[in-house]
């Protein structure tokens, strides 16, 4: 079903989406909507322009993909299905992301991957092609985040990386780790699991948007992880 969004307000047309019988959608023209796709199941959506707040909040199993940017909280709370982004995204992408994947052509904004978690056979994927902004992986609880720099000089991530992490992992196609890591955080290397894992984040990730996965994994990476030994709860509780 092709619907041009010109003129027509978030709530109009997500109501028309969601009480349709039809399952495919092309949205053209989209300009700033909110919530497409927020706690939908069983849809495929194509998104011509940019995407408001909170695309594909709590959604269930769909598969969105925007010919463009999108705004800030995409994929808040988000449960399943998949979201590919063929530009840049705003703050908090996957914000308490529960399950399926995120992925970025383009840079993300602050607080990518705040609170995601997993559980059981739920872990959430979030893959980013260029850079992301401060407190990437802020309170990360679970899931995994891989940032590969594409075109960036230097560490792909902003300030405060992994403040207040305690599970998870996140990957940084980087020679050096984040200046101010907090003392909470460990910089691991990569072993040979990590390695076939990130052989299939780049494979996805330019099934996507083109290139070549030889080319993406042919720079060092580093592995972010909780320090089991140095926890948090040494900040606000007294050790006697």
Known sequence: MKIDTKSMMYKELNELIAQSPEKEFELLNVNGQRYI????SGRKIMIDGTPGNALAAYM???????????????????????????G??????????????????DDTGYRT???MKEYKEQRPLIIVGGKTGDFLG???AGGVIAVFGIGTRGIPVGRFCGTGMHGGV?????????????????????SDEDLFRLRGYAE?????????????????????????????????????
């Open 37 to 40: 796709g927020a706690g939908l």
């Open 170 to 190: 996140i990957y940084l196609r980087s020679d050096e780790a984040p200046y101010d890591l907090p003392k909470q955080v460990n910089v691991e290397p990569i």
């Open 113 to 115: 991957g705040i609170h």
């Open 138 to 140: 802020e309170y990360l």
């Open 60 to 86: 269930n199993d769909c598969a969105v993909t925007v010919k463009g940017s999108a705004q800030d909280a995409t994929g808040d709370t988000m449960n399943h299905g998949s979201v590919i982004i063929h």
């Open 204 to 240: 996805k990730y330019c099934g996507c948007f083109g290139g070549s996965p030889d080319e993406l994994m042919s720079r060092k990476f580093i592995k972010l992880t909780p320090n089991s030994k140095n926890p948090y709860r040494q900040l606000y509780t007294n050790n006697w």
């Open 88 to 105: 840049r995204c705003g703050d908090a992408c996957g914000y308490a992301m529960r399950g399926g994947e995120i992925i970025i052509r």
